[in-house]
């Protein structure tokens, strides 16, 4: 067949080929007595891959120009101008023309591998299941009796699991709130998308960290925001860059993670934080907080949260039960002004009609037992156990090849590579070996850069780990 791709075009490859059979599909090259190649031939005749034909077969047969039988493979349709035929629709298109974005395509691969392979996981931020209170959950389903409702709850969540949160969070984050001030969420997640959805328009600028969890979700993209950014010192953002952006670009909002923030583990100093909240009141600009981590830090100190010095309401505080309890629980906040909380609440409750009550009422027992603080305890020693045993592995096997700061808390640790290397390339060696992480690059750094988080293995594994990885650099060279 006398056709190549043009690997430089902006359109597919799959609809350039799915174009070129068309076309001669329709002056006769081929003819309707005769077979197409089937897809596993065409594929190696032209140096694709398979997925490729299967894709441009499947839009030929979306549009009715060819029919695929088992066992007697793809021919021309007889019925070529539709007149009885039976059209597929064409769920490639439907997928490109979709307003929500899939994650990057490196994120989606990460997932996939450790799902699919036994891998050392460096890259998942979520608790191992030996880090889970299993046997106090165990506990309060097995002598509590269920005492929600099993019909639609309040539209922003159990009115109990809320006094349960303000109280929670009186005591543990310093934050003081009524319960018709929280909404209760399906994790953190779905509370910023809610934020992004209903608080913002397309074209309107906020201000991201970078390198930032944040820069890897599609929900500010698919919103049509125009994120800005500011660098990430050993004390976090520095806010005399926060107020040279606002001049600049008007910003509508500010999104922060403060508290041993994803990637980098900084601790944002109070100074700075008393500095962005005077900013913030100043112009009239809101701060979202992301607070998952202010409660693992290792040196056993309260962290102050902004939302504690916020005194003015400028702050919507989000933090959830995701990496401090179980992420199977899907429970996440919203805190901030009512009128804000019921917006939002509206949202949500189009979405999914509310939360799961029984899962918000294991939640609020949980929370207001002794058994919560025995567990937070518990897990911040663990957590420090494998923040040394990654920072040893690292020294160990990697010496001067990185450099980074030690976290004093949360789940990550912020390697910079001092080595010139395909980042790709290293991530793709490194699975070869049975090890994953996160490539800078997805955080929004500078080249050169990996997160690996300490929450998912156990010390011997994370040593491990890091020996693979040390491996897959050296395999570079």
Not at 51 to 68: C, F, M, P
Not at 86 to 104: C, D, M, Q, T, V
Not at 150 to 169: C, F, K, M, N
Not at 268 to 292: F, N, R, T, W, Y
Request: aromatic share 8%; charged share 25%.
């Amino acid at each position: 067949m006398d056709w190549k791709p043009d690997r430089k075009a902006k359109k597919a490859i799959y609809k350039q080929l799915a174009a070129f059979l068309e076309n001669g599909i329709a002056d006769g090259t081929f003819p309707p007595d005769k077979p197409l190649p089937s897809e596993r031939n065409l594929a190696k005749e032209l140096g694709l891959n398979r997925s490729t034909v299967v894709a441009a077969y499947d839009e030929l047969e979306s549009n009715g120009l060819i029919q695929r039988k088992r066992g007697s493979g793809t021919t021309i349709s007889k019925d070529i101008w539709g007149i009885t035929k039976k059209r597929i629709p064409s769920w490639n298109r439907y997928i490109e023309a979709g307003s929500f974005l899939p994650n990057l395509p490196v994120n989606q691969r990460i997932r996939k591998e450790a799902i699919e392979h036994e891998l050392i996981n460096l890259a998942s931020g979520e608790l191992s299941e030996d880090l889970f209170p299993v046997a106090f959950l165990r506990e309060i389903t097995a002598t509590r009796s269920f005492i929600g409702s099993l019909g639609y709850d309040h539209p922003q969540g159990s009115a109990i699991l809320r006094e349960t949160i303000a109280e929670h969070v009186k005591n543990y984050r310093g934050i003081e709130v009524n319960a018709s001030s929280i909404l209760v969420t399906s994790g953190a997640q779905q509370a910023l998308h809610l934020v992004v959805q209903c608080l913002l328009k397309p074209g309107d600028a906020v201000v991201l960290e970078e390198p930032s969890y944040h820069y890897s979700l599609p929900i500010f993209k698919t919103a049509g925001l125009k994120p800005y950014f500011l660098s990430m010192g050993k004390n976090g953002i520095n806010p005399d860059e926060l107020m040279s952006l606002h001049k600049k670009h008007r910003i509508r909002m500010i999104f922060l993670n403060p508290s041993f923030q994803n990637p980098t583990g900084t601790l944002l100093h109070d100074d700075q934080k008393k500095a962005i909240l005077k900013l913030s009141s100043e112009h009239g600009i809101p701060v979202v907080e992301d607070d998952p981590y202010s409660l693992m830090a290792f040196a056993g100190k309260p962290v102050a949260s902004l939302k504690s010095m916020d005194v003015h309401g400028n702050v919507l505080y989000i933090s959830s039960l995701s990496k401090i309890v179980a992420s199977g629980l899907r429970i996440g906040w919203i805190i901030g002004p009512k009128s804000v909380i019921e917006r939002l609440a509206d949202a949500k409750q189009q979405i999914d009609f509310g939360h799961s009550s029984f899962t918000q009422w294991i939640a609020n027992d949980f929370l207001e037992s002794h058994h919560f603080h025995c567990h937070m305890k518990g897990l911040v020693k663990e957590l420090e156990k494998r923040r040394d045993q990654i920072v040893a592995s690292l020294k160990f096997y990697l010496g001067n090849d990185v450099s980074f700061n030690i976290p004093q808390g949360g789940i990550h640790l912020w390697c910079k590579i001092n080595k010139d290397f395909n980042e790709i390339q290293l991530l793709e060696e490194s699975i070869k070996r049975g090890v994953i992480y996160v490539p800078g690059s997805t955080m929004g750094s500078e080249k050169g850069f990996v997160r690996f988080t300490f929450a998912r293995e156990k010390e011997k594994l994370i040593n491990e780990g890091i020996k693979r990885f040390a491996d897959a650099l050296n395999s570079l060279y």
